[in-house]
């Protein structure tokens, strides 16, 4: 309250309307710091808004959340005071004149400002979320397909490893000379038409 108390005993004018001057005062301080407040989460916000399409946006999400979290208490802050200062602006209290109305509908001005910046502010960062989380999820999507795909790469000499695993007497090719030789080139055609398969469907 020093710089206002200030400002007001530099302007002896201003100072001689009496106790609503110093409501003009002070109403004009913290509106000013609301509006430097939203200034910095604009910037916020722009961060916010360009990692929602890096590589890594899933770190982010907690970021965006806390950042509206902060938009939405500072709205709570704002929103509630543009009633009061529309009746000083508009003289529905006693003990404003035409001068200091002038001056609180410019404080009122500024207000609906920083309300209306923190509005845009608050759908940048919700849209920013919503793509962060969409990104998240296709993330998510494509790497399950990546551990399905080198699942089923496995399995294939498993399944095939263990059904000439299980020392049957009679089985097909069990005591030909060339069993293991084709069962060995079986596997690893098997496998790379798998893998070209995933390939081409652009799961690996």
């Avoid at 608050?122 to 551990?147: G, P």
């Avoid at 496995?154 to 000379?177: Q, S, T």
């Amino acid at each position: 309250m020093g710089p206002v108390r200030s400002r007001l005993e530099a302007d002896p004018e201003r100072l001689a309307h009496g106790p609503v001057a110093v409501l003009h005062a002070i109403a004009d301080s913290v509106v000013d710091r609301y509006l430097d407040v939203v200034t910095a989460l604009e910037a916020d916000a722009e961060d916010v808004e360009n990692d929602a399409f890096s590589p890594a946006v899933g770190q982010e999400v907690g970021r965006m959340y806390q950042l509206k979290r902060e938009l939405v208490e500072l709205r709570r802050t704002v929103v509630p005071l543009a009633a009061p200062l529309r009746d000083l602006a508009e003289r529905r209290v006693p003990g404003v004149d035409k001068e200091l109305a002038a001056y609180f509908r410019d404080v009122a001005d500024h207000l609906a400002q920083a309300a209306e910046r923190v509005t845009v502010l608050t759908e940048l960062v919700d849209n920013a979320l919503t793509m962060a989380l969409a990104q998240t999820s296709i993330q998510q999507n494509h790497d399950m397909r990546r551990i399905s795909a080198a699942a089923a790469l496995i399995a294939v000499p498993v399944a095939i490893a263990g059904v000439y695993g299980m020392n049957f007497d009679h089985m097909p090719e069990l005591r030909w000379v060339f069993g293991y030789p084709l069962m060995l080139v079986s596997t690893a055609t098997l496998v790379t038409v798998v893998y070209l398969v995933f390939r081409r469907k652009k799961w690996l």
